[in-house]
């Protein structure tokens, strides 16, 4: 990829919008603002709406590696609702699929940042073979009550906005997915997931872009339903290490902590974070790099990092389903 680092960072807004070039604006769509029924909690069974909104695709051939991103504003719901934001890519014999999800609060909480919230579902894909690649924006819903309730998908877009990511030198895309979820021990209250290994660039790559994007999951202490009225606080920071060939390490950097107060009644946080990192050529310094989110406990209901969702139901009342990982780490090199 040889793109300026202006377009770097663009990336690195896309919380806050999706950016897209001239070349990619046939791969875009923008979503039309719609009312999400979230259905109620059956007294049997399990039952969870899901919404296409929009489709893109691009022609890829086998090996290239793409950045997909999807935006959805979530606002105006009758009633505590789960919002999700998920993305399926699907080609010939294969499929990525991510899932951004948490809950939105019904108007008149006291809590306007969760009454009316937005989620990022942003990650590689690379297909094995050569064709085309579709990938579906889908918002999923339920509600948490016994009671059908509604939510608004106000704004969002769906875009392809890299095309073409470079690899690592061994072919293969800068990501990596937490595959189940894992909790705080309470003899050691911090983890390190979600968390790339060790990888190689070619040499000539200026710096790169690195996204750590959690989905932190809030724990009730007891089966009291007395126990939902808390709050869990834990503190997220990226840190990202580039290593020398003797084994030590080049250089670290982070990005600065961010501490949130999540409640339960939330369940499920979205904690998006990025760091513009520049890499040194100097000292012994070679292209191997690592990268990792540290969570945290800081106080309150204990807490973890959500896994990959499994069986998803393909569409309300499928019986076919499919996973989507949650909590990921991935990185863009830019020259």
């Known amino acids: 990829m040889r793109r300026a680092l202006s377009l770097i960072f663009g990336m ?10 001239p070349a990619a604006a046939a791969t875009s769509v923008s979503f039309t603002p719609r009312t999400i029924l979230a259905p109620g909690v059956p007294e049997q069974g399990f039952d969870q709406n899901v919404v296409p909104v929009g489709t893109v695709s ?5 090996g290239q590696t793409a950045y ?22 699907k080609w010939a014999g294969g499929s990525k699929n991510m899932v951004i999800g948490q809950n939105v609060l019904q108007r ?9 919230i937005q989620l990022t579902t942003r990650y590689l894909v690379q297909p094995d073979v050569t064709g085309t690649v579709t990938c579906t924006a889908q918002v ?3 509600s948490l009550g016994y009671d059908d309730e509604y939510f608004t998908l106000a704004s969002g877009s769906l875009s392809f906005a890299d095309q073409s990511v470079d690899n690592t030198t061994a072919g293969t895309p800068i990501q990596s997915s937490v595959p189940r979820t894992v909790y705080f021990d309470p003899a050691n209250p911090t983890l390190r997931v979600p968390a790339t290994g060790m990888f190689d660039l070619a040499p000539g790559f200026r710096g790169l ?7 932190y999951e809030v724990l009730k202490p007891c089966s009291d339903p007395g126990c939902t009225t808390g709050a869990s606080t834990a503190r997220f920071t990226l840190f990202v290490n580039q290593w020398k060939a003797d084994g030590t390490v080049c250089q670290s950097a982070s990005t600065p902590a961010v501490t949130k107060t999540m409640l339960y009644s939330v369940h499920h946080v979205y904690v998006p ?12 310094c070679i292209p191997r790099f690592n990268a990792y989110v540290k969570v945290d406990h ?6 973890g990092v959500h896994g990959i969702a499994r069986n998803l139901p393909d569409a309300r009342g499928a019986s076919t389903t499919h996973n989507s990982d949650m909590s990921h780490i991935f990185a863009v090199p830019y020259k």
């Open 12 to 21: 690195a807004m896309a919380v806050l919008a999706v950016p897209v070039s």
């Open 58 to 62: 691009l022609n890829m051939t086998a």
């Open 68 to 89: 997909i991103v999807s935006v959805m504003r979530f606002n105006s719901a009758t009633g505590r609702s789960l919002a999700d934001n998920e993305v399926v890519c």
């Open 108 to 116: 008149g909480t006291g809590y306007p940042d969760l009454e009316d």
């Open 140 to 142: 999923r819903s339920a």
């Open 209 to 215: 872009s690195v996204f750590g994007d959690t989905n």
């Open 273 to 284: 974070l990025n760091k513009l990192f520049e890499i040194r050529t100097d000292a012994g």
């Open 298 to 303: 800081v106080s309150g209901y204990s807490g």
